[in-house]
Structures are given as C-alpha cells and as structure tokens.
C-alpha cells in the first residue's frame, strides 16, 4: 500500500515518551527541552510589532526558497564561520528538515553512513527514512573512536558521517581538537561527507570554544545550524551552510518540499536579532543553565556516586549517565514514571538499541528545585533495586 521506504519509517522514541511524561506530578528529565520560562516572549513581542511596522502587508507574501537574504546575512555575520557568506546559506524549517534534505541529496539508498554509538536518535529516523545502510561506531568524552572508524573504511567505502561536536546529543562530549583533525584527514583521505548538527555549539558555560568542524574543511563539511535552543522551538527556524555547489542542489529539493520556510516567523527572527536581542539572551540562558547543570551533576554524585557514573558536560542540555551494573534502563523507566521522575533510556540513542543500561538527563528544562528532587527520586529507586539484587545475591 505504501512506499518501500516506509518500513523503515519509525515514530521517535521520544516524541512516544513525552506524552507520558507530561502528567503534572512527573519531574521530566526526558525531552530536549529548553525552558519556556526563559523565552525572550517580550522581546519578540516588541520585534513582532516593529516588523509588522516595518513591511506592512508584505509580510505575508511568498519569500525566496533560500531563505530571506537579510537573516542570512545576520547568520552569516553573528553564528556562522568566518568564511561563510549568506550564499552558503539556506533557511530551512528547523535543523531537522536541513538535514532530512542534505541526506536526500547525497545518499542513496543503501548507501553506508556511519554515526555514533550513541547518536541523536533524530539523526537516525532521518538516515533510516531515506534507506540508508546504518553502521556505527563507539565514542568517548573526546568524540568519535577513530581508529575504529579507519579500520571500518578500509573495509568499504562510507557516503557520510554524522557528527555532532560540540556538546552531543545524547552524551554532552565536546570533540578535541585532535579528534577534528583527524577525523577531517579521514574524510579527506577516503572521501566523505561529514554532516555537522551543531544545535548547541552556543551553548558553552566554561571552557574554551574550538573551530567548528566546517571552519576547518568548510569544502567537505556540511553543517546545521538552529535557533530551536537559543530562541524558541516553535518556530520551526534552522538553516544549512556549506559550499555554494551543496546549496543549489539542495535548495532545489526545498523548493520542490515546501517552496520556502515561514517568511513570517524569518522576519520576527531577523528582526529580534536587528534588535541586538540574541547576545544577552544567550548570557542568560548560559548562566542559567550552567547553574542547573552544576545543580544536576552535584545532585548524581552525591546520591548515586556509587550506582552510576557520568562525564560533567561543558555545556549544552544533558548528562549522559550509565549504571555500574547490568540493567535495563527501559525497565528502570516504567518504575521511574511511578515514583514521578523520567528520563530517556540509552537503548534509543543506538542503532540497534546495544547499551541497555545508560539513560539521557535533560537538566535544561528543570529548575534547580526541581533537579533536586527529581534526581532524589531517581536515586531512591536505584538504590533499593540495587539493595534488593545485593539482597537476592
């Protein structure tokens, strides 16, 4: 009845957690959330106003598929590499439909892509919806293991690797910088594209920022950007920047996909970022959210030092945690959501669900009250399951 491509088309694991965690006594550490107390609703507010003075009726015309020229331009000046120019940009709906159209673009079907093990499970629906040959390799508080990955190439070619660098998605990791370089000598040297998610790259709250992977090779990386987690979800706002010969060819999809994004909700960006909004928001949200990441991490160690171990993430939303001891996050959930705290169990972040006994912490939507009690609850459950298996041993 439908297309082939269909079978490998699943819901996100996620998006089917949410709706259960969305009951008012759960404390939720389960979405990748930022937190709606903190949007900049006024400011937008007030730069809704302005834009709607500024172009009167025109706002509500068709736009450009590549995306109003202005915001480009903003991007391209504010939250891009040095060397990239607005016509290295395309405004996409959300990172996600970036990505989504670059794999379109590049990948057949059966076509091997590597990720890592764990990876953005986002990124998995998209390569498995486009019938792409999925292999992954392990990664650690550095990046990518890349001697497995040498190893992988010189036994067949690969189209893609998928990258998230700057705080992952689900494990917090920042690459090294030895790991870029070498990772884009490997691209080099066996020819393949590297696609870059970079939602949290602005989201540091210590340490030093290093050179985006398309700073470094901006010829063989192509790399996503979003204002998802630095503005607001809602408006569905992303965008792709890579070589010019990249950006006409996918743009061309776009246009065939939906002709271009909201022009209405790219005004309201542009005009929020003419404003001089973003940069204090951004030093809010890294206060802030610094705050509750030290809140988390302090909370784990001192309640669950002994029962699982976990690498202090430089910045972005999660904390990657893994239990001492053999157990199925998945089971430790469903006991989780009855004591009123939730997570997201390892197992989804994987391409054939290999590590059972990790679990992903969002600390970003939760205020520090929260995480405390939240992680209190979490450390209960753990600590009498793990009394009751020293008890039955």
Known sequence: MFAERIKNLNSSFIRDILAVTQQPDIISFAGGLPDPALFPAGQLQEAGERMRQRLGNALYQYGETAGVATLREQIAANLSDAN???????????????????????????????????????ALQVLRANQAQLLSIASDADGPDLDALETLLKEQPIRCFYAVPDFHNPTGACYSLRRRQRLLALAEMYDFWILEDSPYSALRYRGESLPSLHSLAPQRVIQFGSFSKIIAPALRLGWINSARPVIKVVEKLKQAADLHSSGYDQQLVLQFLLDGCLQPHLERLREIYGERLDAMASALERELGGALSFHKPQGGMFIWATLKRQESTLELFRSAIAEGVAFVPGEAFYVNGEQENSMRLNFSNSSIGMIEAGVTRLAGLINVRLHQTCTAG
């Open 84 to 122: 990239t120019g607005p016509e290295n940009l395309l405004v996409t709906t959300g990172s996600q439909q970036g990505l989504d159209l670059v794999v379109r673009c590049l990948v057949d079907p059966g076509e091997r892509v590597v990720v890592e093990g764990p990876t953005y499970l986002g």
